[in-house]
């Protein structure tokens, strides 16, 4: 019996090692989506509940068990938006563990430092000024390296409408970090 079958059996302990496995990612997806760090830890631990009490609703047939987890992830944080304003979030009130976590390798000078987090604040802005229904799409795709037909399955979308909502969330955030740059340049 596989990992995946002893959880979907109720063992506890394999659900404990799909948790240490995938954490990172799910949080990854909530924090990117809700823009604040204890929204994202709140969404990783109702995405975990959900995970364990819909075990016996994964089909490996129809998908990956990440994919699946996708689909959870973007769907609570669809909710959590829904019922609130988005908050965005800065580097000050996240705090460096959220930014290591997101940030692939660390510059050596400290110019690089500055110049990558302030880069890093301002992606941050573009992606949070991302209509809801663009977000998610954009997240799964550039920071989770989803395919387009893994998007399509994670959101439950046509690829069609996953390819058009990618080409409005690149168009929207150039438009937003181009105006960015030009108020910057006053």
């Not at 880069?119 to 209509?131: F, G």
């Not at 809801?132 to 690829?159: Q, T, W």
Request: proline share 3%; hydrophobic share 40%.
């Amino acid at each position: 019996m596989n990992l995946t079958e002893k959880w979907q059996s109720g063992d506890v302990n394999a659900f404990e090692s799909l948790f240490r496995m995938y954490k990172e990612m799910v949080f990854r997806i909530a924090y990117l989506m809700v823009s604040n760090e204890e929204d994202a830890k709140d969404v990783l631990q109702e995405v975990f509940i959900t995970v364990w009490k819909a075990r016996s609703t994964f089909d490996p047939a129809k998908g990956k068990l990440t994919t699946w987890l996708h689909r959870i992830t973007v769907n609570h944080c669809l909710m959590r938006h829904r019922k609130r304003q988005p908050v965005t979030a800065s580097l000050e009130e996240t705090g460096e563990s959220v930014f290591d976590l997101l940030e692939a390798g660390v510059s050596e000078s400290p110019e690089e430092i500055v110049m990558s987090r302030w880069e890093y604040e301002r992606l941050v802005a573009a992606i949070n000024s991302l209509d809801g229904k663009y977000r998610p799409v954009f997240i799964l795709r550039h920071f989770d390296d989803l395919s387009y037909e893994e998007i399509a399955c994670a959101m439950n979308i046509p690829l069609g409408t996953v390819k058009s909502r990618l080409s409005h969330a690149m168009k929207t955030l150039r438009e937003v970090l181009v105006e960015v740059e030009n108020e910057e340049c006053r």
